[in-house]
Nanobody, 116 residues
Framework: QVRLVESGGGLVQAGGSLRLSCAVS????????MAWYRQAPGKQRELVAT????????GYADPVKGRFTISRDRTKNTVYLQMNSLKPEDTAVYYC?????????WGQGTQVTVSS
């Protein structure tokens, strides 16, 4: 059974940092591009960052380029999202999933709230 469990969110002031983690159970970690997504209140879920199977290639949405860094640890079956210089517009629930998305893999997400 595949499970993705996000953690690391919280309340932070603008300019602060957070590191999100996504623990991946099952066999999907080593065979899929992984990604972080987010959904702000009243908005559609959007893609934030992606990382290749090997971890050698990463991609970022324009709003987070230069501030967020995605990484993956094969020994821990975990994907990370380091978020620096946070802005109030980064407030959202953050999720991890594969790319392309598998609907069955959505977890509960982790709430990130950035105060101004």
């Amino acid at each position: 059974q595949v499970r993705l469990v996000e953690s690391g969110g919280g309340l932070v002031q603008a300019g602060g940092s957070l590191r999100l983690s996504c623990a991946v159970s099952g066999s999907i970690f080593s065979i899929n591009t992984m990604a972080w997504y987010r959904q702000a209140p009243g908005k559609q879920r959007e893609l934030v960052a992606t990382i290749s199977i090997s971890g050698a290639a990463a991609g970022y949405a324009d709003p987070v380029k230069g501030r967020f860094t995605i990484s993956r640890d094969r020994t821990k079956n975990t994907v990370y999202l380091q978020m620096n210089s946070l802005k109030p517009e980064d407030t959202a629930v953050y999720y991890c999933n594969t790319l392309p998305v598998k609907e069955a893999y959505w977890g509960q997400g982790t709430q990130v709230t950035v105060s101004s």
